[in-house]
């Protein structure tokens, strides 16, 4: 299933963003059940530290990957970010937005705590060198998914001493962070649950819906 998350943000602009749900890729179900989510700041972004994942199989493949790490070799839970995003621009769906990562880091128990209760956390599936950096593609949507998310945009390095989630992509936030947010009206329409299968239709309905809104919303502004 593909999960369509329709935003309208204060400023009347839409956000649309795809989420290729646990069951899509493949995820093995969380051991226990998650933690909910405190009052949410913002959204941090990751970086795997595998080799960047080309097409969706790969992504998927590295989703697997990542989970089997979290869940076998450190004994966690589930994967411990909330989404990763591939270069093709796909969001695949981790813990989802309303439970607590596993992600963030800090430098004691009580900031781990605290950054993983309040903090959404975004994984680039790649970053095995340092010189890697995610594609125009997988950065707007981790943009679509900031904005959905509202609050601050952080790196994994703000939190802690870590390369994550490298130097391309921490520059990307700061430049991000240098243009004013645009905040989310709390009028967000419900979230769509679409079958895989009719992903290819769903992309020409969102240009179309992208195309109505922006009239409307230039409709809106004249009046
Ligand atoms: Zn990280």
Request: aromatic letters at 8%.
């Amino acid at each position: 299933m593909v999960r369509l998350c329709r935003y309208v943000t204060a400023r009347m602009e839409v956000v649309i963003v795809k989420i290729i749900s646990r069951d899509s890729w493949g995820a093995k179900p969380n051991k226990t059940k998650f933690s909910k989510l405190g009052e949410v700041k913002g959204l941090v972004v990751h970086w795997s530290a595998y080799p960047v994942a080309i097409g969706n199989q790969a992504e998927m493949d590295q989703c697997k990957q990542i989970q089997r790490l979290h869940q076998e070799d450190r004994g966690w839970n589930d994967v411990a970010y909330n989404f990763l995003v591939g270069d093709t621009g796909q969001i695949y769906e981790g813990r989802g937005f309303g439970n607590r990562s596993a992600a963030q880091g800090g430098n004691s128990r009580q900031e781990i705590n605290y950054n993983n209760k309040h903090y959404i956390a975004v994984c680039w599936l790649g970053g095995s060198n340092p010189t890697d950096k995610p594609s125009a593609e997988a950065l707007a949507s981790i943009k679509g998914l900031a904005e959905i998310v509202g609050g601050e945009l952080k790196a994994h390095s703000d939190f802690k001493q870590t390369d994550c989630p490298g130097d391309a992509t921490r520059q990307w936030i700061i430049e991000k962070n240098a243009t004013p947010n645009s905040t989310i009206s709390n009028e967000s329409p419900p979230d769509v649950y679409v079958p895989l299968k009719y992903e290819k239709k769903l992309d020409i309905i969102i240009a179309k819906l992208e195309n109505i809104e922006n009239k409307l919303k230039l409709g809106r502004l004249i009046k």
